[in-house]
């Protein structure tokens, strides 16, 4: 996590991963990342997790993402 003017940022490359498959959440002034990978059989072939506390002085109701072309998810959290 990287303080940046007024926010703090959380950059994961997620590339590998489609949209849907990928899933944000906050819960107890955490971010959790998780992804996971079905193949056609439906077993599971790739997963990713990360997991982050969030800084004292953030609005966790800020949170909010986004996903750029290359696979890169940029969470970002304003500072209060």
Same mark, same amino acid.
């Given at each position: 996590?990287?303080? &940046?003017?007024?926010?703090?940022?959380? @950059?994961?490359?997620?590339? &590998?991963?489609?949209?849907?498959?990928? @899933?944000?959440?906050?819960?107890?002034?955490? @971010?959790?990342?998780?992804?996971?990978?079905?193949?056609? *059989?439906?077993?599971?072939? *790739?997963?990713?997790?990360?997991?982050?506390?969030?800084?004292?002085?953030?609005?966790?109701?800020?949170v909010s993402c986004t996903l750029t072309d290359v696979g890169t998810l940029v969470i970002t959290v304003r500072r209060r």
């Amino acid at each position: 996590m990287r303080a &940046q003017g007024d926010t703090y940022q959380v @950059v994961a490359d997620v590339s &590998q991963f489609e949209p849907p498959d990928i @899933v944000v959440t906050t819960s107890n002034c955490h @971010v959790t990342i998780q992804a996971e990978k079905v193949a056609e *059989d439906g077993t599971v072939c *790739d997963t990713f997790t990360h997991k982050c506390q969030l800084p004292e002085d953030t609005d966790p109701l800020s949170v909010s993402c986004t996903l750029t072309d290359v696979g890169t998810l940029v969470i970002t959290v304003r500072r209060r």
